[in-house]
Structure formats: C-alpha cells, structure tokens
C-alpha cells in the first residue's frame, strides 16, 4: 500500500511542480477558444433552446480540456520515463500491475479534474452556468479523465519517441474531440455525420456532462453512461493487461 | 547456508543472437563475489533478468530463495541493483529521490528512515548535496545516487553494474569500505567490474563469462594460482649465461623474465646466476594478477570449473 502511495504521489507531484505548464496553460487555452468561438457564434442559433452559446461551449470546453490533459498526463510521464530510462526506479521495486494501473489513473484523473475546475470557474465569469444535476457532473468528469488517463497508459507503452504521443493526439485525441460536439450539438450535422459521431465515445463523454448542466442532450443520460463506462472498462483492461504482460517495459 | 542468488540454466535471445547461453551460476549468503566479461559478454543481461527488467527465455533465477517470475514481489524486496547506465529523474532533489525509492519499497516515511538516508549521503559524500536538484549533481555524485538508492530498503543482496566507472579515486576507496563493511554485516555481494584489481582484492569467488556463456568459475586464489606465474625479474650487467635461455620466458634490454611457481625457485635461479658469473644490478618478483588470469582465459588458452 505504502508503495501504491508513493507512485501515486510521485506522479502528482510531477505535474503539480509544472503546474503553469499543466494546469494553467490548458485553462488559458480553452479559454481563449471559448472568447473567439462565442465571438463567431455570436448571433447564430443556440443548440438547446434557452441556452446561450457561451452556457452551451463552457461544458464541451470543460470536458475537451479534461480529456486531453488526463491523457496527456499517463502518456507523457511513461514516455519521459522510459526515454531517459528513469522507469527503471519503478521497476526494481516490488510493484505490482495494479498499483501502477491506479496510481498513473489516479493521478491524470486528478490533473483532468484540475483543469476542468479552472475551466469552470473561468466560465462563470463568462456567463451565468446553470446545474442541472451535479451527480452527473462528477460522474462524466471521473468517467471521462480515467478513461483517457487509461488510453494515455496504452499509447505511453507502445510510444517509443515523444513524436509517435504527438501523432496520437493530433490523429487520434484530436479529431474524437472535435468531432464530438464540443462546439455544436450533433442535431446541427447532417444525417451522415450524426450517425458517424453515434460511434465516437468521446460524443457521449460530451453529452452526458452537458446533461448535467442544462437537463437536456442529444441522447439519453443513461446511453451515455454505459457507452462511457463501457469504454472506460475496454480500455483499462486493454492497459492492465498491457502492464501486467510487461509489454516495452521488461521485454 | 541460504543460497543468496540462484541462477540455473538461464538463457536470454535478442531475435537469432544469443545473448546468454545457459548461465547457471550460485552466490551464497555473505559472499562478495565478482561477475567478470569483456564488453557485451552478457553480465548486464543476467543481471537485468535477476532484477526482473528482463524476461528469460529459458532458465530459472532465485534470490534468497525467491523466484524472479512467481515471487517477484520478495525477490525484489531482497535485492538491491546499482545499474550500469546513469539515470535520475530531473523533478527531484537527492533527498527526495531517495524518500521516493523506500516508498515504492513499502517503507513509511520516519525518523529511522530519515536518519538512514543522512547516514547513507553521509557514507557516499553526498551529505552537502542534499537538497540539491538530481541536474545539479555531475555524473560521478549522480552514481554516487544510485548506488544510495539501491540500499535505502537494506536488501540483503547487492548487485554493481560497474559501480566505479567515471568514479574519482577517494570516493572509490570509501565506496568500497562502506560495501565491504555491509558485507562484514552479512550482506551479499555481486560486483561487475572492468577494473579487475578492485575484484581481486576485494572478491572471495569470481566468475568470468564471454559471449553468453561462464568460462571459469573459482575461488579468487585458485584462479591466481592456476592461471597466474608470479615472475622473477633480473636485470644484468652482463649476458644472461646460455644454460639458463631455455628458462626465460621473456627478454626486454637487460630484463629477463623467468616465470616461477614458489619461492625456492628464486632462490635456485639466483644460486645458478651467480655461479655462472652474471652481475645482478637489479631485481624484482611480482605476485600473480588477475588481469593476467583473465588475458589467458578470454584468449581461451584455458578453461576452468564448472563451463558451460
Ligand atoms: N535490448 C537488446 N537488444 C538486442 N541486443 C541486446 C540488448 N541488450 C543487450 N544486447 C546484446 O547482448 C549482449 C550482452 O550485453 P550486456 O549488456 O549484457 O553486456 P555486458 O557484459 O554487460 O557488457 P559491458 O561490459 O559492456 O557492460 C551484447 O552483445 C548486446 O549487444
Ligand atoms: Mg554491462
């Protein structure tokens, strides 16, 4: 248990210490998306009726900056450490899969959270955000962190170089995100892309949370739960396995 | 006695090279024992498959009784590693870096394990760096870390990859006083070293491996003996007198060489010199030394114990 805590410690510390770069930084960002998208959307229609453009983008902003930072932060810490071989202090004690699982999950999760509170609480000086039901907020935003935090521990084992994390994210993380409705409700999409973005999780992700705001979305709460959990249960079994087999670590 | 470290029939590929060809080697409990190979002869390899980093392909490995595979949780408990390639991690200082190390370990932060580690920087003269930032120590003081990082869970079993490389030569003495007194206090010691006096004073047993594979195996002193002539050294005024040639092993200017196997034979040598009428201005004999056993084994002229 000690050593659990201590990994789990270790890996917050790591980018508490570089909060600027890894807190701060992705608040900024999301909120100069959220000054220039409200600015050009200003005057189009609302995606739910009753809500602003500003009330709809702050969620999907939130959830986008989450989900790119908790993974960002399992991929790049395995990455570093087994470019400068520093993994090797993880490696010699006795360990197990699980402790490594939790702790690296636990600690993006953490940084994921970080950063969609600063969102949020830049948002409200934006405009006002209504909460529907927070239950629903805390569930997606867990869901939505650990669930990339768990495809961050996968692409930072099979990553040999920084550049193959990059291509992940752009190829990968990126067209997810953004294809997901942060910026739009899929009902705006024509018919192909509506069915096409049935398939991307990152959309119920999304949905789910806005859900938890304004009480409406585009498909069920509950659909978006399970295939969020779903996901979430893929994904963490594909890195558990991955960890327990040693796969790029202990070759 | 407890067999500390129990390799059996360990072999290791790398696509179609062999990089350990059925190693079985066993270290006992309190031994301090020297792994010796030319570069690339396969040591990092064995011990990287002892420390888990490295999965066998075939074999068995055992430390204090525990397998590396099935009971990997005790074997590591047991075994402490100072690994051959320098690595730290930038974010911490040496203070923290050590706390962290007997954390994984499943030691709780406490007044024992604090006054553990100031006496460990204190052993290695890293006391005044402390607090200093792993980036700002050089390569020598950042060994010096590791070395401090494989002890702080006191593991019975110490593994050196070569803790002496790029090493100045005070810290070296005192690096080497402070394992041998761990090892008076019941430790067990693995050594690889290209420095092959420090194996020779300090190691009781020494294996000597090339290309995957154990070429000797023996006590320090009966490699010595074995393999190593200690050498009777004269330098004469004169010509070296035509009955005593087919004795020399060697010749440079005035310096002849005669390879001898115990002191009556000096004696003897000396006697005959003088009866024949050579002018002796000067004299030496040198002990046996492990870099000469080595030469012999790695050409191959000889294999000794238990080879594979
Ligand atoms: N990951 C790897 N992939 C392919 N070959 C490897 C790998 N690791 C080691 N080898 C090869 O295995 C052989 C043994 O290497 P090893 O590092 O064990 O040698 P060593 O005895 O420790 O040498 P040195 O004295 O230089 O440290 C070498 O030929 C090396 O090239
Ligand atoms: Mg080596």
Redesign the interface.
Known sequence: ???F???L??EI??FW?VAFQTVAAPVLTSLLYLLIFAHVMAGSNAAFPGVTNEQFLIPGLAMMTMLQNAFANTSSSLIQ?KI???I?????????HWNFYFAYVIAATVRGLAVGLGVFLVGIFMAHIPVYNAAWILVFAFLGSAMLAALGIIAGLWADKFDQIAAFQNFIIMPLTFLSGVFYSIHSLPAFWQTLSHFNPFFYMIDGFRFGFFGKSDVSVWLSFSVALGAFACLSAGAVWLLKS?YKL?? | MTIAIDVHGVEKRYASFSALAGVSLRVEEGEFFALLGPNGAGKTTLISCLAGLTRANAGTLRVMGHDVVNDYQAARLALGIVPQEIVFDPFFSVRETLRFQAGYFGIARSAALDAWIDELLAKLSLTDKADKNMRQLSGGMKRRVLVAQALVHRPPVIVLDEPTAGVDVELRQTLWSFIRELNTKGHTILLTTHYLEEAQQLCSRIAMMKEGKIVALDTTEHLLNAFSERVLRVKLESELPVSLVPLRSKQSGAWHQFEIHDYNEVETLLARLRESGAVISNLEVTEPELEAVFVKIMRGEQTLGPAA
């Open positions: 248990m000690i050593g805590q201590t990994l410690r270790k510390l790591r210490k450490s400068t071989g520093n090797l202090f993880i490696l010699l004690p006795p360990l197990s040693g202990r070759q």
